[in-house]
T-cell receptor
Framework: NAGVTQTPKFQVLKTGQSMTLQCAQD?????MYWYRQDPGMGLRLIYY???????DKGEVPNGYNVSRLNKREFSLRLESAAPSQTSVYFC???????????FGPGTRLTVT | RKEVEQDPGPFNVPEGATVAFNCTYS??????FFWYRQDCRKEPKLLMS???SGNEDGRFTAQLNRASQYISLLIRDSKLSDSATYLC??????????????FGAGTQVVVTP
């Protein structure tokens, strides 16, 4: 089992470009999350999905959109990238009845 | 004020020594507590959950103090492989919601030979 996978691993964008970060899990978990991690700060929640077809905003949703088309996949889209979105992005999952989260390997995004 | 605060360190620890550090949280509705380990440029991985009565997993001991709103992690007989950043994570469960995970910025531990 791969657990939680993310693509791409690295990405460099120019300001104003768009891209989609992909996350997939084979753990049969209902809940999926997108976080960003910046130096000196804890992980901050961008968006959350409790189940297929549902999404909720987290702490820092501005500039992002998400899509949960099926149970396995949860994508994060940057419509018009800005330098402030330079960060490491982690996808995570959590099973029903479980309290801990499982993280993907991350996507390192630089916006110039 | 951050909801979850940690001393960023680094804590420089000789191999074989003991190191301990705390994490404070501000929301008294916090219900679940965890320590995650994060290696440089890697994803966080669960080290251990923290239970009310305190718990131990090998060389690692976690404690929860609800009255003073902090959790602690103690590492005994430190190994070089313990060098990492340790993240404190708190789950705040509001009525009718899925609960919210709050992350500390992490405490860096460097174990030296």
């Amino acid at each position: 089992n791969a657990g939680v996978t993310q693509t791409p691993k690295f990405q460099v964008l120019k300001t104003g470009q768009s891209m989609t970060l992909q996350c997939a899990q084979d753990m049969n978990h209902n809940s999926m999350y997108w976080y960003r991690q910046d130096p000196g700060m804890g992980l901050r929640l961008i968006y959350y999905s409790a189940s297929e077809g549902t999404t909720d905003k987290g702490e820092v949703p501005n500039g992002y959109n998400v899509s949960r088309l099926n149970k396995r996949e949860f994508s994060l889209r940057l419509e018009s990238a800005a330098p402030s979105q330079t960060s490491v992005y982690f996808c995570a999952t959590r099973g029903s009845g479980q309290t801990e989260q499982y993280f993907g390997p991350g996507t390192r995004l630089t916006v110039t | 004020r951050k909801e979850v605060e940690q001393d960023p360190g680094p804590f420089n620890v000789p191999e074989g020594a003991t190191v301990a550090f705390n994490c404070t949280y501000s929301n008294s509705a916090s219900q679940s507590f965890f320590w995650y380990r994060q290696d440089c440029r890697k994803e966080p991985k669960l080290l251990m959950s923290v239970y009310s009565s305190g718990n131990e997993d090998g060389r690692f001991t976690a404690q929860l103090n609800r009255a003073s709103q902090y959790i602690s992690l103690l590492i005994r007989d430190s190994k070089l492989s313990d060098s990492a950043t340790y993240l404190c994570v708190v789950n705040i469960r509001a009525t009718g919601s899925w609960g919210k995970f709050q992350f500390g910025a992490g405490t860096q531990v460097v174990v030296t030979p």
